[in-house]
């Protein structure tokens, strides 16, 4: 389950989602849309031309059923007439309503429009009555145009009934005059079918139903007026150019609907088919459509989902595994298993992780060690990562121990911000110094300090080292005390420094270390330091030795020091006169102690 730290209008994940998810998902429904559309198009094209086809053709069966009629009644007009009665007509016409049952009546009408014949199937038969017929319209309108349809009557406003004349190639040929039951049209129209439902009607020419696969619809007669929508179907299509249209039929359902004309007696096929059956294909495919558009549409969502958590997945981790480092948990260690761009960014994390933990280990152990070396044996020691140089040795070492004279009675009549900011000054100058001259500043305890030269370094020339070191604390600490004169603090320095083998090396526990000498040497160096005079700085005699010719020295003759049994060889440095209190850059560098 994806985690979202940061809004999520706002997050890199939901703007990799959209994108992703629209990559896929727009072009798959442009081209389903598109698909539909043409889809429908063409299957609406090819259900016009199958509803058009249907048509054209119960209109051409239709016109065989009459030309098949009108070709019986010129077999009847081929002849001329002659003024003997013609007994092989009246047996021609009585054959012709036994072979056309749609026929129920004809009349022959000869050259000079007087009836000959007329047989029925429901009256009386005439021959050579001689009626004149000059002013009936079927002889009017097949003398006009051969051949001549009435308008379509309904024989006691039910059976459709229409009359057809047709005149001979002459004159004197005369003219056939047959009524047509046109209820007979209903086996065409029957075996008309579009689909499962689909049926064809025939419209006269003011719109009355003629011909219905339900003859009972067409018995109703021309008063009936259910066919009105049949009509307003005819007129829509008229209205479209003759192309299908849709529309309602008669009971009501909507419809596709195509005509086609009988140009002789004006009639109109119209062939139909429900929406719902003729659509049902095109559905179908629009369902199958939609359902592969969901699918892959869901597809697309969760194809972006999972890519767009595959990418900022680890950039979450980064993220996280940044505010872990950056809180100081460098053991937190950033999982990402590829090996990607994000994968080597994720090592680089580790890796710098672990250097960042690395280094304030190195920097802790530096603070540590601080605590008791001068910083720059402290980093030393832990760059050489030798820590045996703190072990306990056996070394000849130089010893210094320094102090403020009339510390105590300043501390007892001053302000405690007064002595802090004096104790300030004081071991801020003398740690410099310390550190300068690569010595080891072992104690700090008020005004009180101790120096090591040579441990847990070991320098060259130990001696002259230290003796160099404390004539610049000696002039230091009396630049001060004059500032501190200046404030009404009577504050002096007094030095004493003694060379001699003593043990070296780290003593405490965990929670507390400290780096020390212990021995006689470091006695002898209190008790100078102690009979050290203001300004004044007690050497020993061995480190008087040691120094030899370098700093010059004041014999002071010998002095019984506390602790001591026999009188102790007192030498003085002879400060300002051709000492240089400063550092000595030439001064070689300190190892560690072998």
């Known amino acids: 389950m994806a985690r979202f730290p940061i809004p999520l209008r706002n997050s890199l994940f939901r703007q990799y989602f959209l994108a992703l998810f629209a990559a896929v998902a727009v072009p798959l429904l442009a081209a389903g849309g598109s698909q539909a559309w043409f889809g429908y ?96 319209p079927p002889v009017l309108g097949a003398r006009t145009k051969r051949a001549w349809f009435s308008p379509v009557t309904f024989h006691r406003n039910s059976e459709p009934y229409m009359t057809m004349a047709l005149a001979g190639n002459r004159i004197a040929a005369g003219v056939a005059v047959a009524e047509i039951n046109l209820k007979l049209i209903l086996d065409v129209i029957a075996g008309i079918r579009v689909g499962e439902t689909g049926r064809a009607f025939v419209l006269d020419g003011p719109g009355r139903l003629i011909a219905h696969p339900d003859i009972s619809l067409v018995l109703r007669g021309s008063e009936d007026r259910t066919g009105e929508n049949l009509q307003m179907l005819r007129a829509a299509i008229v209205a479209q150019g003759g192309g299908a249209v849709t529309g309602l039929d008669l009971a009501g359902r909507t419809v596709v609907a195509a005509m086609a004309s009988i140009s002789g007696p004006d009639w109109s096929v119209i062939v139909h088919q429900p929406v719902a059956e003729a659509f049902a294909p095109i559905y179908a495919a629009f369902w199958r459509l939609l359902g592969l558009l969901l699918a892959g549409t869901g597809f697309a969502a969760a194809l972006a989902y999972w890519l767009a958590n595959r990418m900022t997945g680890p950039i979450r981790l980064l993220e996280e595994g940044a505010a872990s480092i950056g809180a100081g948990r460098f053991d937190h260690r950033i999982e990402i298993a590829r090996e990607d761009e994000l994968g080597r960014l994720a090592a680089s994390f580790n890796q710098m992780a672990r250097e960042v933990s690395v280094s304030q280990e190195r920097s802790e152990r530096i603070d540590r060690l601080k605590r008791f070396l001068a910083p720059q044996i402290a980093e030393l020691v832990d760059r050489t990562g030798d820590d045996s140089v703190l072990d306990g040795h056996r070394v000849e070492v130089v010893v210094v121990f320094g102090d403020l004279r009339g510390f105590t009675p300043f501390s007892a009549r001053s302000e405690p911000a007064a002595i802090m900011g004096v104790l300030g000054e004081y071991h801020a100058a003398i740690g410099a110094i310390v550190n300068r001259h690569n010595a080891t500043l072992v104690s700090l305890a008020g005004d009180g300090v101790m120096i090591l030269v040579n441990a847990p370094l070991a320098c060259p020339e130990p001696a002259l080292r230290a003796a160099r070191m404390v004539i610049e604390m000696q002039a230091t600490v009396q630049t001060l005390a004059a500032t501190w004169r200046a404030r009404g603090h009577a ?46 700085i007690l050497v020993d005699s061995t480190a008087a030795e040691a120094i030899g010719s370098g700093v010059p020295l004041l014999s002071l003759g010998t002095r019984h020091l506390k602790g001591f049994d026999d009188p102790i060889a007192v030498f003085a440095v002879a400060i300002g006169r051709d000492a240089d209190a400063r550092s000595a850059p030439d001064e070689a560098p300190c190892t560690t102690l072998g």
């Open 41 to 136: 198009r063409d299957q609406r094209a090819r259900l016009d031309d199958l509803l058009g086809a249907e048509a054209r053709t119960a209109a051409a069966r239709i016109a065989h059923f009459i030309e098949q009629i009108g070709d019986q009644l010129a077999w009847m007009v081929q002849l001329s007439w002659t003024e003997a009665a013609d007994e092989r007509r009246r047996i021609d016409g009585l054959r012709l309503l036994r072979q056309v049952p749609a026929v129920t009546s004809l009349r022959l009408i000869d050259g000079a429009s007087r009836e000959r014949l007329s047989v029925s199937r429901t009256g009386l038969n005439r021959v050579e009555s001689h009626a004149d017929a000059s002013a009936d």
């Open 491 to 536: 504050l002096g320095f007094g030095i004493g420094l003694a060379m001699g083998p003593a043990t070296v090396g780290r003593i405490g526990s965990d929670s507390r270390l400290d780096y020390t000498a212990i021995g006689t040497v470091t006695n002898l160096a209190s008790r100078l330091c102690a009979s050290a005079q203001d300004g004044q």
